[in-house]
């Protein structure tokens, strides 16, 4: 049952605290740290079917020889920037779960010898609310039940709640004695508190039901950490920055798990990967995290001594170069995705937008780009200044050609990642996923894993256009480190739902996302993507041109003088645009390009990898009505240097989503030309953005006169458009550069300790609150002016899913508005009931709470919706209206559990779930009822704004959260004897 301890003593905080800053790694330590898990100490080895126990003499014994053969650390001392000189490995002792005959023999045993030590502990089995489950199941074998040892049932890896429930059957065969023989094996919370203080021991968290992390949902991972941060801080009042997963094997990590860790503020958390550490991890980090740790067994201390020296000759061996060997000390760390290759224009542009604003930033960040081809990005590696790793590209795509039979791509992807995450498989040669890493690729995907920040700028990667790069984008997000950013993304719809669950999973890991165009926003929501998702354009917006001497030399190359105005055509001969007839009718654009001008017009070659523009330009050059007419610029130019000649011209045309965007970024008219339906969610994205209709044309539109009217109707424009683009760049500009700085805000928070107890770390994205920062709500009318209240979605999708219960004689309050909608021919007659005698469509006039008249055992269908709120005496109406409905009758009742206050009528009380079924346990007698949940933290939000429900896309409005509910409903069948 090996479990992390996690401490938290006032020594370790002011370690944390001066730990700010400090680089990935804070040692290294000259040899090596090791982390030594004990469990149990006793005098004797008795009843011990799953190997916890050690003797007191053979920990004794072990403890000596530890001694003599390494240096005994402080768990303060993972916190600290350099290790004390010493020859010796560190080790840290450190022990799980709890057991009371820990405060009995064993830290006696270490304080004797100042040895100081980590002790993770089962909060719920110190509470008795969770007992060891595993001694439970050891104890009902003992006594000859039928109860197989080890976890043939898969205890470890059950919810909580449904392990307590399946392992009270097991509690059903033993005698109360037993059962207290078990609960009495942790000590009380004064006994532990008062005793690890005594002994200088550092208490850690170990969950609340020492429940493997690996397979649970993220809510139950919340609930295991938090409820276990939660009782030691109560009880210590310290928040602990340490924890041990139980159980600790990689099955019982998940990248979910991690995540939870790090969102609750831990810092350190041990697995029991059998492994020595060469170097100390960041606080924080993944590797911290995921940090290995020895089981140690009653086994003798040669034995002992021998296995820790091997480990620690096999971790020299392999030692890590990741960020903390590259970065210099107290420099932060980022890793910079590079769209789909950095090898083209556009991704070249994004690039170096991206990592320019950062340095800008952050002049000291240490920065890393990743690449599918480093060699292809020599030039723009001199450019920027920092060095251009392998990216894991052709890693993933041959985990997928290697998968086996029958799997889905999909799921190798959730492998690899889950192994490279989990396990730290990331030095050369490595086969976790039976796929072994080359050198470079290793180095690349060590900084993508312990950056401080990892940001991907922009790219189409996530659309089935290109899968074999949205299987390698969704393997990054999946094993990036925090914080996460992605901008300027293009995203499109996917059609095979393991691909749109894959995608929901990777962008659930990023802070924040921003995208090109609204529809890459729709389609992020339609596979439920949810926190801040926002449309700001294009990651290169924020490229600055080369400088004008620069752009004036390269003019000069075609023969044009210093303020000489020119037209410019840009065009690659690739996908789309390939073949003899597609050469001419670009010719012939060129021709009128420059007949409607009167221009001389530039060809213009941007750098794209795997072709030479510079050859598709002169063939249609060629094929002109006057051959050699095109100027063509005679060097392929970079994006700064490609910017600065489109800033230039008078007015632009090309088949390039880029030179479309440098247009637009220079105030420049843009004709677009475009084939496929890539390109066209691309374009039409472009022209709302920024509000320029007809910005590009398909090319099978394109005829005689098309382009000579698009250029007279762009010049007669030119003026008030570019007045137009500029104030929309100004905007777009600010969209873009956001998420940059905020990064780098997150980035410098690396490493700057523990959270303020209570708290997790601070938001990674400022909230981009947009037209929601308001004191007031959207809708005064709760969104009916909008369309349909968003409460009222879950109030009519619960009644008419029950319309079947809609029959014979039915009563509703107020009106027939259910009634008549979903009772069609089933209903024989109905009623209303209102406590107001001037409404007209009230058959029934009584108080609901106190009735007179109201009959019993009346009605086959008794409606109540959103009404015992504004009952003071809720149990009694709802208990009446029970009493109203005959035996086998249902009750259909919603009430509300967020809502706004509004004084008319008299508003009482709001729901949850539990409360319900009390009040349905306590006021139906002998009732069968179904109480649900409906609704989650959007559309609460939503509600309480007055929003409608046309606003929230269909998986916005039924994905479920039981931590937010907007509405309860029951649906309460009447038994025949109440």
Not at 679 to 705: H, I, M, R, W
Not at 855 to 883: E, K, M, N, V
Not at 896 to 920: A, C, N
Not at 945 to 957: C, D, H, K, Q
Request: hydrophobic residues 45%; negative net charge; charged residues 20%.
């Amino acid at each position: 049952m090996a479990c992390a301890e996690a401490g938290s003593t006032e020594a370790m905080e002011t370690h944390v605290l001066q730990s700010a800053d400090d680089g990935e790694a804070l040692g290294p330590p000259p040899c090596a740290t090791l982390v030594l898990c004990y469990h149990r100490v006793r005098p004797q080895v008795a009843d011990d079917p799953y190997g916890l126990t050690i003797t007191c003499d053979r920990f004794e014994e072990q403890l000596d020889a530890l001694a003599s053969w390494g240096r005994f650390m402080a768990p303060a001392e993972l916190f600290e920037p350099s290790a004390p000189v010493s020859d010796r490995p560190r080790i840290l002792v450190t022990f799980d779960d709890g057991y009371r005959d820990n405060l009995e023999h064993a830290f006696p045993i270490l304080s004797r010898r100042g040895i100081p030590a980590a002790w993770f502990v089962v909060t719920g089995a110190v509470e008795r609310s969770a007992p060891f489950w595993w001694e439970t199941v050891a104890l009902a074998h003992r006594r000859g039940h039928d109860v197989p040892l080890g976890d043939p049932e898969g205890w470890r890896f059950l919810p909580a709640a449904l392990r307590a429930r399946r392992l009270s059957g097991v509690e059903a065969r033993l005698s109360h004695a037993d059962i207290e023989q078990i609960a009495s094996m942790c000590p009380t919370w004064p006994t532990l508190v008062a005793d690890a203080r005594r002994f200088g021991i550092v208490l850690g968290a170990h969950t609340s039901t020492h429940t493997s992390l690996g397979r649970l949902a993220t809510a139950d991972i919340e609930r295991e950490v938090g409820d276990s941060l939660d009782a030691l801080t109560r009880w210590t009042g310290r928040t602990p920055t340490l924890f041990a997963y139980p159980h600790g094997s990689p099955d019982d990590v998940s990248i979910a798990a991690i995540d939870g860790l790090r969102r609750a503020g831990l810092l350190f958390a041990f697995t029991t990967e059998s492994r020595a550490m060469t170097a100390i991890p960041r606080p924080g980090s993944r590797a911290a995290l995921t940090a290995p740790r020895i089981v140690v067994g009653d086994e003798g201390a040669h034995d002992l001594l021998a296995r820790l020296s091997g480990l620690v000759e096999q971790a020299a061996a392999t030692q890590r170069v990741g960020p903390e060997r590259l970065a210099g000390a107290g420099r932060s760390t980022v890793a910079v995705l590079s769209g789909i290759s950095a090898h083209n224009l556009g991704d070249d542009a994004m690039l170096v937008a991206t990592v320019r604003d950062l340095l800008t930033l952050r002049p000291g960040l240490e920065v890393r780009v990743l690449a599918e081809e480093p060699a292809a990005c020599r030039g723009i590696e001199a450019e920027l200044g920092v060095p251009v790793l392998r990216s894991p590209h052709d890693y993933v795509q041959r985990v997928i050609a290697a998968r086996p039979e029958g799997c889905d791509p999909v799921d190798a992807v959730r492998r690899a990642a889950h192994a490279v995450s989990v396990r730290h498989a990331v030095s050369p040669g490595s086969a976790a996923t039976a796929v072994p890493l080359a050198d470079d690729e290793a180095e690349g995907l060590r900084w993508l894993l312990e950056a401080d920040g990892v940001i991907d700028c922009g790219g189409a990667n996530l659309d089935s256009h290109w899968l074999d790069y949205f299987y390698e984008k969704c393997f990054d997000y999946l094993v990036a480190a925090r914080p996460l950013v992605v901008t300027g993304q293009g995203i499109g719809a996917f059609g095979r739902a393991e691909d749109r669950d894959l995608l929901r999973e990777a962008l659930g890991r990023v802070d924040c996302l921003t995208v090109r165009e609204q529809l890459s926003a729709q389609h992020a929501r339609e596979v439920g993507v949810g926190g801040y998702v926002t449309v700001a354009g294009d990651d290169a917006l924020t490229l600055e041109p080369s400088s004008a001497a620069r752009v004036d030399e390269v003019l000069a190359t075609v023969g044009l003088g210093q303020g000489e105005a020119f037209a410019v055509f840009q065009f690659r001969e690739t996908l789309d645009y390939q073949g003899a007839m597609v050469v001419e009718r670009f010719a012939s654009v060129v021709d009128e390009l420059g007949d409607a001008t009167g221009l001389p017009v530039v060809g213009l070659p941007m750098h794209f990898g795997g072709c030479d523009e510079r050859t598709h330009l002169a063939a249609i050059s060629a094929r002109m009505r006057r051959p050699g007419a095109l100027r063509i610029i005679p060097a392929e130019l970079g994006a700064r240097d490609a910017l600065g000649v489109m800033a230039r011209a008078t007015v632009a045309c090309g088949i390039s989503y880029h030179s479309a965007v440098f247009s637009l970024l220079s105030g420049v008219p843009f004709i677009g030309i475009y084939k496929g339906g890539h390109y066209t969610q691309k374009f039409d994205g472009l022209s709302q953005l920024y509000e320029v209709a007809d910005l590009a044309v398909p090319l099978d539109a394109v005829g005689p006169g098309t382009i000579a009217r698009a250029v007279a109707a762009r010049l007669a424009g030119a003026v008030p458009l570019r007045a137009r683009l500029a104030a929309r760049n100004a905007t777009l500009l600010e969209a873009v550069r956001r998420p940059r700085r905020a990064l780098v805000e997150a980035v410098e928070r690396a490493g700057e300790g523990p959270a303020p107890v209570g708290g997790g770390r601070a938001a990674v994205v400022p909230v981009q609150w947009g037209s929601l920062r308001r004191l007031d709500p959207v809708s005064a009318d709760w969104g009916f002016d909008r369309g349909q209240p968003l409460d009222r979605y879950y109030i009519d999708h619960f009644v008419a899913g029950h319309r079947a219960d809609i029959r014979g004689a039915v009563c509703e309050l107020l009106n027939r508005e259910y009634t008549e909608r979903f009772g069609d021919t089933r209903v024989t007659s109905s009623d209303v009931l209102d406590i107001d005698g001037t409404n007209a469509t009230a058959t029934i006039v009584d108080d609901l709470a106190r009735p007179v008249v109201l009959p019993r055992d009346r009605f086959d269908c008794f409606i109540l919706t959103q009404t015992l709120p504004y009952i003071f005496d809720c149990a009694g109406a709802l208990a009446h209206a029970y009493a109203a409905t005959r035996p086998g009758g249902v009750l259909l009742v919603t009430v509300p559990s967020i809502i706004r206050y509004h004084r008319e009528p008299e508003d009482h009380w709001r729901f949850t779930v539990d409360s319900m079924q009390r009040l349905v346990a306590e006021q139906c007698p002998g009732a069968r009822a179904t109480v649900g949940a409906h609704g989650n933290l959007l559309s609460a939000v939503g509600f309480l704004y007055g929003l409608a429900s046309r606003e929230l896309s269909a998986f916005e409005l039924e994905h479920a959260d039981a931590r937010f509910p907007l509405v309860i409903t029951a649906r309460i069948v009447k038994g025949h004897a109440s």
